[in-house]
């Protein structure tokens, strides 16, 4: 019996002992629901994002049904990949928490002072929306922590998809054009004019014609530039007073002609593009632009192809064919 109790009694001082232990942890799961939202609030009604990472800032803002950048001139950001974020984070769960103490959010860089990523969703009128981004357990998983909760949790999301420079946000497709509605390109040794549905090149001698389809890839070329960034407003004064290493004139069937200017800085891998619409100097990749250069006059031009006798359904030539060789046999 005396065996008996104390092997009973080394049981309960075990329990005390852990009971104790898991209160100074400071762990409290009360009223947990797995299955709740991250975070409760509405996409429709968010008018505002902000994304830091500790040394940069960015602001998104919406305004008459498309997003922002305010601090980058106002340019217009990539409304696809702002609504893909917003609806990622909508759709986050907490799951069981990771820890709970207050010392955990420095571990998983998840504390107001540091964090990997600090989003904060802006509201008409309701409070703000504030999320820590921290460490990553593992592929595609991040720890997170709201800001009125000490919780810490891990969730599916990569830490890039909010990344906290301009250039990740802006509308890269800003430049495109339909190339159906180009009336009129301008290039150093050439013109195409548009003629019915296709472009011909202007000013051909009478045996050449134009290479149709070199032509219209022209143009889809330039229709279809997409910008990789922007440039720093402080560098443009460079630029301003300089010549351009290409310069191209497009017409459209309605708007004003467009003139691009293209510039090389040197030692980089991409031109800088000042279009005439648009204020800001654009960075567009080399690749992108070098084939455009090379296209000359005679690229896009050829000797013209003789015309044959056209044959009947029957297979015999044409009675106007017929007729050329029997005067020439006379």
Do not use: C
């Not at 902000?50 to 498309?66: W, Y």
């Not at 009128?125 to 909760?149: C, I, M, N, Q, W």
């Amino acid at each position: 019996m005396k065996k008996w109790i104390t092997i009973l009694s080394g049981l309960l001082l075990a329990q005390l002992v852990l009971a104790v232990a898991v209160n100074l942890m400071g762990e409290n799961y009360d009223a947990f629901e797995p299955q709740e939202p991250l975070l409760a609030f509405d996409v429709k009604a968010v008018e505002g994002l902000r994304i830091e990472d500790g040394q940069n800032s960015l602001l998104l803002k919406q305004q008459d049904g498309q997003w922002w950048l305010p601090e980058s001139g106002n340019f217009p950001a990539d409304q696809d990949a702002v609504e893909r974020l917003l609806d990622e984070l909508a759709v986050l769960e907490k799951g069981w928490p990771v820890a709970t103490t207050a010392g955990a959010a420095k571990r998983f860089k998840v504390d107001q002072n540091v964090f990997e990523r600090k989003l904060t969703l802006l509201g008409k009128d309701e409070a703000e929306t504030v999320l820590y981004v921290g460490t990553s357990p593992g592929f595609r998983k991040v720890h997170v922590r709201p800001a009125e909760e000490e919780a810490v949790y891990a969730v599916a999301f990569n830490t890039w998809e909010a990344n906290a420079k301009a250039d990740d946000w802006i509308n890269k497709d800003i430049l495109k054009l339909d190339g159906d509605q180009v009336t009129r390109v301008e290039m150093p040794g050439f013109v195409l004019e548009r003629d019915g549905e296709a472009l011909k090149v202007a000013d051909l001698d009478a045996q050449e014609e134009t290479k149709r389809e070199e032509a219209r890839a022209l143009v889809d070329k330039l229709a279809d530039l997409r910008i990789q960034s922007l440039l720093d407003s402080e560098a443009e004064s460079e630029y301003q007073q300089a010549e351009p290493e290409l310069e191209i004139k497009l017409a459209r069937k309605s708007g004003d002609p467009l003139i691009y200017r293209f510039f090389k800085p040197e030692e980089e891998d991409y031109y800088l593009l000042k279009r005439s619409d648009w204020e800001p100097y654009f960075k567009v990749a080399a690749f992108t632009l070098e084939p455009i250069k090379k296209i000359g006059r005679e690229n896009l031009v050829q000797a013209k192809t003789k015309e044959t006798p056209k044959e009947t359904a029957e297979g015999n030539v044409s009675a106007e064919a017929e007729l050329d060789t029997a005067e020439v046999k006379e």
